[in-house]
């Protein structure tokens, strides 16, 4: 779909033209060869109707570095205000200290954090670029919802330039503990940056208590259970466990012609075989060497074959100037050599490796054709693929293996659970799943798709809008549910 003629919506009395703004990283948009087109995903479906029935701008980059201004342009109903980033703060702030500082810290440091002070002058600059947009862009009283870890420091920069807004922040990934975020030499800078919101929202239980801990420790403000006080100002610290378009998924799962590529797929891999699939982004987080080295553990035990098991690797390529990002994507394209030069046949290879992005409908016919989904991160935020491939299993069959230290494995619990760093008991669990009885994965997939059903990604926007818009404004049915987690 490409980018509408239709002109800027008009200014409301005395501010900027936002009534709902969305401050993120990115845009949720693309530029392909036809246009603009929005990007897929649960944080864009669960918001975009909200956008378009309130006068909704979204605030973000625009990708590319250097690209010079584009001027703001209304597409899908919604106005898109772009910040544009030199090649010096992309390399910085977006590579550097969100990439490589403050990404594998929250994620239990499964990869060295560095600390560089270079970076943090840039990743001060950017924010108070976005925070400066979204100040000009907000009409009087908005709601502004600021969105993950490359932007914690604009609620507070926000609050100061307009303290008339309604501020939420969400974090997309973990939000570490007290021993891990205390060794960030700008922990109290970031706290403060975040204490600037009136909501400020994690994935997790566990993210928000971390949260209200290291307030507690490194601030004078002072909070327990659901909330903390800033000078007598009250900020809501709670969980929102970020969903998917549940519908979208089923809609496409029960079209004939994902059915027949499902088919298809399964005929091409071998029509007697077990089908494993992983889809990840390319990220060292995501655990996909871990998943690689328990399926050799399996076939090496002898147990299984290359003839009865195989696994399909779809690996989105990511953030691939960063260094970390092309060891990771080395280590496991040289695992895959391994396993398939080990235990390959004429015609038949343990592991299809696709280190591509693929088309959502292509995605959910794998979805269909897999017998096992194989999530096993070392740490995620919530983990939307899980969630996916049980919205896509309509005949309620199916084994998700979920890493126990996913968000998702939270709500999931009919899920295999499993620990990715211990291989060799990964290995024995997914061999078991692969061995249980129809009846007992019926059981627990039609558990999962009930438990991701109940709350879609449009019921995690109207719960966080909500709980934005406070006790005198939200919906107490709203309220209540996320008092219920
Ligand atoms: C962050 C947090 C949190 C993947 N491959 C293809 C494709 N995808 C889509 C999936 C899914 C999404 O990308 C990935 O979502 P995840 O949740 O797995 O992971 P992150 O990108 O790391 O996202 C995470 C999330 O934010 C939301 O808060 O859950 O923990 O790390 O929707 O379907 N989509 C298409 N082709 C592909 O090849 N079309």
Not at 254 to 275: F, Q, V
Not at 409 to 423: K, S, T, Y
Request: aromatic letters at 8%; proline letters at 6%; hydrophobic letters at 40%.
């Amino acid at each position: 779909m490409c980018g509408d003629e239709n002109p800027a919506p008009p200014a409301l009395d005395g501010g900027g033209r936002g009534d709902l703004v969305v401050v993120a990283n990115r845009l949720p948009v693309h530029r392909t060869d036809g246009g603009w087109e929005t990007s897929p995903g649960g944080l864009v479906s669960g918001l975009l109707p909200l956008l378009q029935k309130r006068q909704g701008v979204w605030v973000g980059w625009g990708g590319g570095r250097a690209s010079g201004e584009i001027a703001p342009f209304r597409h899908d109903g919604l106005w898109n205000v772009p910040v544009s980033l030199s090649a010096d703060e992309v390399r910085d702030y977006y590579e550097g200290f969100a990439n490589s500082t403050l990404w594998p810290l929250y994620h239990d440091a499964c990869q060295q954090p560095q600390f560089h002070r270079q970076w943090w002058q840039p990743y001060v600059t950017v924010n108070e670029r976005f925070a400066e947009v979204a100040a000009r862009e907000a009409a009087p009283g908005a709601s502004v919802l600021v969105q993950d870890y490359h932007l914690q420091l604009v609620p507070g920069m926000l609050r100061r330039m307009r303290p008339d807004l309604r501020i939420g922040f969400f974090l997309h990934i973990p939000f570490p503990p007290v021993e891990l975020f205390s060794q960030l030499p700008w922990r109290q800078r970031i706290l403060e940056g975040l204490l600037g919101a009136d909501v400020v929202g994690f994935q997790t239980k566990q993210g928000a208590g971390n949260f209200i801990r290291l307030v507690n420790r490194y601030t004078p403000h002072r909070g327990a259970s659901h909330s903390i006080s800033v000078y007598g100002r009250r900020v809501e610290v709670r969980e929102f466990p970020i969903s998917i378009d549940y519908w979208k998924i089923d809609q496409l799962a029960a079209d004939p012609a994902t059915i027949e590529r499902a088919r298809e797929i399964r005929a091409e891999l071998g029509p007697n075989r077990t089908i494993m699939l992983g889809v990840d982004r390319l990220d060292y987080t995501k655990g996909i060497d871990h998943r690689i080295r328990a399926f050799h553990e399996i076939l090496a035990a002898g147990r299984h074959t290359v003839r009865d098991l195989v696994l399909v690797q779809v690996s989105v390529p990511s953030r691939d100037q960063v260094d970390e990002y092309i060891e990771i994507r080395e280590r496991i394209e040289t695992l895959v050599g391994h396993i398939n030069g080990e235990f390959g046949e004429v015609g038949q290879v343990p592991v299809h490796y696709l280190p591509r992005s693929l088309p959502i409908e292509k995605l959910v016919a794998y979805y269909l054709a897999a017998d096992l989904m194989l999530v096993t991160s070392l740490r995620d935020g919530m983990n939307l693929v899980a969630k996916e491939y049980c919205a896509a299993r309509r005949d309620d069959t199916g084994v998700l293996v979920l890493s126990e230290f996913t968000g998702a494995a939270h709500e999931l619990q009919r899920a295999v659970l499993v620990n990715p760093h211990d291989i060799d008991g990964m290995a024995v669990t997914i061999e078991r799943a692969i061995a249980m009885p129809r009846d007992e994965q019926a059981r627990r997939m039609r558990s999962l798709r009930q438990r991701v059903r109940k709350r879609t990604a449009y019921d995690w926007a109207d719960e966080f809008i909500a709980v934005l818009a406070g006790p005198a404004h939200g919906s107490s049915a709203a309220l209540a549910a996320g008092d219920a987690r």
